[in-house]
Nanobody, 117 residues
Framework: AQVVESGGGLAQPGGSLTLSCGAS????????ASWYRQVPGKERELVAF????????RTVDSVRGRFTISRDNDKDTVSLQMNDLKAEDTAVYYC???????????WGRGTQVTVST
């Protein structure tokens, strides 16, 4: 079982990027999904969370109104739409899924997002 992120890269301030995470080897609709990010020297922090059914989602204060998490259980994917990017959004972004009953957690390897002129 694994999750693999894609879609990172370089964006200008005010620009947009969409991150995607594809899951395999698991019953995806039995897993909640989250996006985390980490910068060197700091702890990994939660950015956004969505329930296994997609009926509830939330984002942290620092990205609320700019980032949107969504999922497609038919395609076993979870996405993070990032708008109005800021330099402080620069980080490695990680996809994580967690079993709703087992608590079993799978992390991706991360994708770099750099916001710079």
């Amino acid at each position: 079982a694994q999750v693999v992120e894609s879609g990172g890269g370089l964006a200008q301030p005010g620009g947009s990027l969409t991150l995607s995470c594809g899951a395999s080897g698991v019953p995806f609709d039995e897993y909640h999904a989250s996006w985390y990010r980490q910068v060197p020297g700091k702890e990994r922090e939660l950015v956004a969370f969505i329930t296994n059914t997609g009926d509830s989602a939330r984002t942290v204060d620092s990205v609320r109104g700019r980032f949107t998490i969504s999922r497609d259980n038919d395609k076993d994917t979870v996405s993070l739409q990032m708008n109005d990017l800021k330099a402080e959004d620069t980080a490695v972004y990680y996809c994580q899924i967690q079993g709703i009953t087992s608590g079993y957690t799978i992390w991706g390897r991360g994708t770099q997002v750099t916001v710079s002129t």
